[in-house]
């Protein structure tokens, strides 16, 4: 069965740090990754998703993510920490139900953005 | 409507009463997804909707949950006799359906259920 660890359960940056969450998953096939960032009292909402081709997916907000075949990770990144950004982010993998998708989530990561 | 949207928001009820949450899923997607966030498990898939039809249930903690979708539109989760393990936030997210690769799935703001 397919698998998400986020290891880091709390992260604090400083405004205008640089970011990088981690993601690590375990998946028996090529998988599909998405990064959803989910704010206080909000539903998900998608950062970005990699499925395949260029392995550096760009997303929302100055988000991007590198997928890393021989470490089974996707980590997100962000050059520049806005203090919009603090939330909680959840890595997932999608697996192929039907003529649907299921997630599996990881057990996210909440970001701390100090001033 | 403009995104998945989810009632009521919140809701209180005693162990043991029956609830029912509603999805109102984005017009014209076909796919129907229902998702459950507590701190214990985290996020987990309950139950998929293609249409009317509900090709994977597996998800389902017990027999006390059921949905249903009807007219390719509008979902309800049940959860009868609830239990106080029950309490989470139940995300309902929908999609298009699947083409040569997986459709995002848009999700609604979610209904916070405490059982007493």
């Known amino acids: 069965a397919q698998s998400v660890t986020q290891p880091d359960i709390h992260i604090t940056v400083s405004e205008g740090a640089s970011l990088e969450l981690r993601c690590n998953y375990s998946?028996?096939?090529?998988?599909?990754l998405f990064w959803y960032v989910q704010s206080p009292g909000q539903g998900l909402q998608l950062l970005l998703k990699?499925?395949?081709?260029?392995?550096l997916v760009q997303g929302i907000k100055g988000f991007e993510a590198e997928f890393k075949r021989s470490q089974s990770s996707f980590n997100l990144r962000k050059p520049s920490v806005h203090w919009s950004d603090a939330a909680e982010y959840f890595c997932?993998?999608?697996?192929?139900?039907?003529?649907?998708?299921?997630?599996?989530f990881g057990t996210g990561t909440r970001l701390q953005v100090t001033l | 409507g403009a995104g998945v949207s989810q009632s009521p928001s919140n809701k209180v009820t005693e162990k043991g009463k029956d609830v029912e949450l509603r999805c109102d899923p984005i017009s014209g997607h076909t796919a129907l997804y229902w998702y459950r966030q507590s701190l214990g498990q985290g996020l987990e898939f309950l139950i998929y909707?293609?249409?009317?039809?509900?090709?994977?249930k597996s998800g389902l903690p017990s027999d006390r949950f059921s949905a249903e979708r009807t007219g390719g539109s509008v979902s309800t989760l049940t959860i009868q006799r609830t239990q106080q393990e029950d309490s989470a936030v139940y995300l309902c997210?929908?999609?298009?359906?699947?083409?040569?690769?997986?459709?995002?799935?848009?999700f609604g703001p979610g209904t916070r259920l405490l059982v007493l």
């Open positions: 909707f293609q249409g009317n039809s509900a090709p994977d």
């Open positions: 997210a929908s999609s298009l359906a699947w083409g040569t690769a997986p459709s995002t799935q848009y």
């Open positions: 997932a993998v999608g697996l192929r139900t039907g003529t649907a998708s299921k997630l599996t």
């Open positions: 998946y028996g096939a090529t998988p599909y």
């Open positions: 990699y499925f395949s081709g260029d392995t």
